[in-house]
């Protein structure tokens, strides 16, 4: 069962850029289909972007797209989020995610593994 440990969330002015990490305990990281959720207060969870375990493919959602870069590292187990162009309406608590299946899903029902979440608030 792999584990997920994100880092590198903090207060930001809008404009400015955060990279977001999550290291995986799994050896088999490269199985996963990896991807970040977030959730602001008083919203439903929402899907940010995604990159299939095949490492090729990604998604985004149409709020983040051309702004955030999901990537991943499989030698180092770990999945990084690059947010540039940060906005206010970016705050929220940002998950990450990982699944075994071959394409990503963009519900969180699609997603078995979840890290505990980490902050992110961008000050207009």
């Known amino acids: 069962q792999v584990q997920l440990v994100e880092s590198g969330g903090g207060l930001v002015q809008a404009g400015g850029s955060l990279r977001l990490s999550c290291a995986a305990s799994e050896r088999t990281f490269s199985s996963y289909t990896m991807g970040w959720f977030r959730q602001a207060p008083g919203k439903e969870r929402e899907f940010v972007a995604a990159r299939t375990r095949s490492g090729i493919t990604t998604y985004y959602a149409d709020s983040v797209k051309g702004r955030f870069t999901i990537s991943r590292d499989n030698a180092k187990n770990t999945v990084y989020l690059q947010m540039n162009s940060l906005k206010p309406e970016d705050t929220a608590v940002y998950y990450c995610?990982?699944?075994?299946?071959?394409?990503?899903?963009?519900?969180?029902?699609?997603?078995?593994?979840w890290g505990q979440g980490t902050q992110v608030t961008v000050s207009s």
């Open positions: 995610v990982a699944s075994r299946g071959f394409t990503a899903a963009m519900s969180p029902g699609g997603y078995g593994y």
